[in-house]
């Protein structure tokens, strides 16, 4: 049994708090992925887990035990960190048997773990190499090999695939996936890449500034962000965001965009009425963005577009959105919508685009709170 969590986790350094009374329950044998941006405090928090580091407050917890308080060896843990370092003296063989060998496993069975893992990870042809006349990809591997080979209970990761060229990171995420399935292991994952996160992590936990905002699926976070950060961070393109006034209007509630006046339905008036008078931010995803001949929606706004990228499968298309006639006038949004690719669209092109109230999310301009949520 290997859930970890961690109870009101803080790692305070001289300047910085690094991790902010963290409390996290990652379930036996799921693939958590931690993701935020560069220094927000993911390395700290996975050395927190390993032992490297001990916590300024708080306990970590792996399966029943407290090991707050235990050295790394205790912990039954099998780390693949960023540069890893690889004993340089051993070939990747004897590398990926030194932990076997420990555990007086015999010879036959690592030889055919190794194999097999090898072949998995494609270094097979590099086990009677050592690590300096490897490529900086084939270390990362070889390095997943030693702790895959070992078959511990919990993989802490991070950023094992960096290093690695585009395709052959698609082709690890599928493998690695598979792996999880097979070990039955819990896997801490890091990264700063929000598609390796939604592509792997059965839940994602966005962390900002040390702080955990938001655990949850991949999918929960995309269509229910529970604050702005999770919503610009999750999703390729980005959320388009701008503001608009929450107003009342023959006794009904509507938001103001531009010039524009979006009837607030009846069931949503609860959570927007507090906002009566105030400004808040909007959210849409790119491909909610209606970009037709004659758009459809609630609402009918003028864009320029600035420049298209034809993707193959989709287009995105980048808008210059203008406020025109309203108070704040001469206001520019820009906006990105992703579109058919046999739609005709020029860049200078003048067009309309429109959306769906239901499509549009929420949030309060101080905290960055989701309104709906
Ligand atoms: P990256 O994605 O760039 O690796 P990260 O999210 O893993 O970043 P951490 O390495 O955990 O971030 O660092 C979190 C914060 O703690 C940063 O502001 C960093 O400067 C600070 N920090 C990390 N280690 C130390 C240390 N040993 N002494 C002082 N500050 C540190």
């Known amino acids: 049994m290997a859930k970890v969590i961690l109870e009101n986790l803080t790692k305070s350094y001289r300047k910085s708090v690094a991790v902010q009374n963290v409390n996290l329950e990652i379930k036996n044998q799921e693939f958590l992925v931690m993701v935020g941006p560069s220094g927000c405090g993911k390395t700290t928090l996975l050395r927190l887990i390993a032992g490297l580091e001990e916590p300024s407050s708080g306990r970590v917890f792996i399966g029943e035990n407290d090991v707050t308080d235990l050295p790394p060896r205790d912990r039954d843990i099998a780390m693949v960190f960023q540069n890893y370092a690889l004993y340089p003296h051993l070939t990747v063989f004897e590398n990926m048997a030194f932990g076997l060998k420990l555990r007086k496993i015999p010879k036959k069975e690592i030889e055919k773990k190794i194999l097999e893992v090898s072949s998995m990870l494609g270094i097979e042809m590099l086990l009677d190499r050592r690590p300096r006349e490897l490529s900086g990809g084939q270390r990362q591997r070889a390095a997943m090999g030693r702790a895959i080979v070992r078959e511990p209970k919990l993989f802490l990761m991070d950023e094992p695939l960096s290093n690695l060229d585009a395709q052959f990171r698609v082709q690890m995420r599928v493998e690695l996936r598979k792996l999880h399935e097979k070990l039955n292991a819990t896997i801490l994952y890091v990264t700063h890449d929000q598609t390796e ?177």
């Open 197 to 373: 996160a939604v592509t792997l992590g059965n839940r994602i936990a966005i962390i900002k500034d040390g702080i955990l905002l938001q655990v949850d699926t991949p999918l929960n976070l995309y269509h229910s962000p529970a604050n702005l950060f999770t919503a610009g961070f999750i999703g390729v393109p980005s959320m388009n965001f701008f503001n608009g006034i929450i107003m009342s209007k023959e006794n009904e509630l509507c938001v103001a965009v531009k010039k524009c006046e979006i009837k607030i339905p009846r069931e949503k008036e609860e959570n927007l009425l507090p906002y009566k008078g105030k400004e808040v931010v909007i959210g849409i995803r790119p491909d909610k963005v209606l970009l037709e001949a004659d758009p459809c929606g609630e609402a009918r706004f003028k864009a320029f577009v600035e420049m298209t990228e034809p993707l193959g499968s989709e287009t995105y298309v980048y808008l210059k959105w203008e406020a025109e006639k309203t108070d704040r006038e001469g206001e520019i949004d820009r906006l990105t919508a992703v579109v058919r690719p046999s739609m005709p669209i020029q860049v200078n092109q003048e067009l309309f685009f429109s959306f769906k109230f239901e499509d549009l999310h929420f949030f309060d301009k101080l905290s960055g709170k989701a309104l709906d949520f």
